[in-house]
């Protein structure tokens, strides 16, 4: 074993304990990529899930192994996030000039520096984050992945354009050498510097570009860097204590301290991700009386006037002599209040007297899921909310949290709830997914899993075919177990072999395994509730061969019908999967 330094010892310990609790399974440098995303995207709060979504992986990766988009260092964009989709009330909410964190991340568990990934994640970024890309060029080189992350870039770049949003784009090309092997590499600096150039000419003037070269000793810092889960909250005079709860008036200027980072740019990742209500935009009826008060120092108090702020918690204590000390502190009740305050006091719209005035706040310590479902539930019912948000605080969702936990898996029904728990995240479910899953295999619909499941998940009716209470809890794992059977198979290079597009073809390749193992080819004859025990425990790897031969044959046959239209297009759309059903027979 060749001689290592004390930074990559302690490197190598902590990434080793990693892969082995959470990616027993995969290569050190499958592991290393998921590892690095975690590591590099902490600082915003990242679930598990969506780290892993950010996961490029597999081949034709040009050179980027993780791609992840941040919109106020806490909103994490998907597909199907409404800033991507254009949704003109996200897009009107979204407050101008707000930050947009981009990280791209190149990661090789290698001790050895090589200037050409930097040279190819530069030619990769200089064809995906141009406004003018041609999605149906890029197919030819990169893999699909790729296209559709980049692609949440593109989408969001066009549709805030008037909003002059200021775009930081984070790059990191890590591994695990030593920096004295990179410290004359004057080779790996010129193409660093060029990197930055380069991606710096595609985005506005506001933009800002930073490209790190990360070994060892860097790596151990960012592991070093632990974000704060402690929180200090002080009153503006005596505040009333009630077993594990506390309430009291909080000055507006305490208050924004309590929200945001320590430098006071901008509010604190996660402070809000319990919050089940979108901020609404300053144009709002209810937001612009709020910020109408704030302008002026005349009229009552601005806690005569305002409905406060619910603050959950692991655990409050005292801090004398008028402080509580809060862990892992959620606003949980107050997301409009929040924004508004933080918007107008950065503009210095807020007069100075009202920032010595107070806001009610309610502090309430408490780890039990139930009482927590229910003060979000009740905490958030005087305006008209989407149902679909508040859906993780319904009993069949704790039921099948329950069940999970039985069977070795684990159901997140909350972002973040088994951080710091040990728990491997290869067996952590998020709500999102599971409902991904279940769309495609118990609906039939794997496009819109692919492409909008949120948008099903809003319909009442086909909800409650999903989610309804007489659903059998099993069907849900057996749905997960199915998933994670299927992305296996599609990695391996049997499958890749054959069609080689994980991205698009997963949820496909399931449900179409589903209908020919039950021999059920129609929606509506599959019944996966009452028949998911007939699938075989160990999957037919034959079987799925064959239903990826299908689904190949089929995209090819309608992509020669339909040339203009990009694979990605043709997966999310609502054509191709009526002509693989009727192959499948």
């Avoid at 081949?59 to 993780?66: A, F, V």
């Avoid at 009452?530 to 046959?557: A, C, D, F, I, W």
Wanted: glycine residues 6%.
């Amino acid at each position: 074993m060749a001689h290592q330094t004390p930074d990559q010892a302690v490197l190598e310990s902590a990434f080793q304990s990693f892969k082995t609790q959470e990616f027993p399974n995969s290569t050190e440098g499958e592991a290393f990529e998921h590892f690095c995303g975690q590591e590099l995207t902490k600082h915003y709060g990242l679930s598990a899930s969506e780290v892993k979504k950010g996961v490029i992986g597999g081949d034709h990766d040009g050179g980027i192994d993780g791609f992840y988009v941040i919109v106020n260092e806490s909103e994490v964009l998907d597909i199907d996030s409404p800033l991507v989709l254009d949704d003109a009330k996200a897009v009107q909410g979204l407050p101008q000039n707000a930050a947009v964190d981009v990280v791209v991340i190149q990661a090789k568990w290698t001790d050895a520096w090589q200037s050409d990934p930097l040279t190819r994640m530069r030619d990769t970024l200089e064809r995906t984050l141009s406004l003018s890309a041609d999605e149906k060029a890029l197919e030819a080189t990169l893999s699909g992945s790729l296209i559709e992350r980049t692609g949440i870039f593109r989408d969001l770049y066009k549709n805030t354009l008037r909003k002059f949003a200021r775009f930081r784009v984070h790059l990191y090309y890590a591994t695990k050498g030593p920096e004295e092997n990179l410290r004359d590499n004057d080779d790996a600096e010129a193409k660093r510097q060029t990197l930055e150039a380069s991606v710096r000419k595609l985005l506005p003037t506001n933009a800002s570009v930073t490209a790190r070269l990360l070994g060892a000793k860097a790596m151990c810092e960012v592991l070093a860097s632990t974000p704060s889960t402690t929180s200090t909250l002080r009153f503006n005079g005596q505040f009333i204590r009630d077993d594990k709860s506390f309430i009291g008036l909080v000055t507006l200027r305490d208050y924004l301290a309590f929200i945001r980072q320590e430098d006071g740019s901008e509010l604190r990742p996660g402070i809000f991700e319990s919050n089940v209500r979108d901020y609404s935009g300053a144009k709002g009826q209810v937001n612009s009386s709020i910020r109408e008060t704030l302008v002026t120092a005349a009229g009552p108090s601005f806690w005569w006037l305002n409905n406060g702020v619910t603050v959950l918690c692991d655990a409050a204590q005292d801090a004398p002599p008028r402080s509580v000390s809060l862990t892992n502190p959620l606003v949980v009740n107050g997301l409009q209040t929040s924004n508004v305050l933080h918007e107008a006091e950065r503009a210095g719209a807020i007069s100075p007297g009202r920032l010595d005035q107070g806001l009610m706040v309610r502090i309430i310590d408490s780890g039990d899921e139930a009482v927590r479902d229910a003060v979000i539930a009740s905490t958030n019912r005087q305006s008209s909310i989407p149902p679909a948000q508040l859906h993780a605080t319904e009993k069949q969702h704790r039921d099948i949290e329950a069940f999970f936990e039985t069977q070795g898996w684990y159901y997140e029904r909350r972002k973040h709830q088994y951080r710091g728990t040990g728990k491997p995240s290869s067996r952590v479910v998020s709500m999102a997914d599971l409902s991904q899953y279940m769309i495609a295999i118990a609906l039939g619909r794997p496009d819109d899993a692919r492409a909008r499941p949120q948008s099903v998940l809003n319909d009442d009716k086909l909800y409650a075919t999903i989610f309804g209470e007489d659903v059998d809890r099993k069907s849900y794992l057996a749905a997960v177990a199915l998933m994670s059977q299927v992305d296996a198979f599609l990695r391996s290079d049997e499958a890749t072999a054959v069609f080689d597009d994980f991205t698009n073809s997963r949820f496909y390749v399931a449900v179409g395994y589903v209908m020919k193992t039950l021999r059920a080819y129609a929606p509506d004859k599959v019944h996966w509730d009452k028949n998911h025990h007939r699938l075989p425990k160990s999957p037919n790897l034959g079987r799925m061969t064959q239903v990826l031969r299908v689904l190949k044959e089929t995209y090819e046959t309608y992509q020669a019908s339909n040339p203009d239209g990009t694979r990605d297009q043709v997966f999310k759309g609502k054509n191709l999967k009526t002509s693989f059903f009727a192959a499948l027979r």
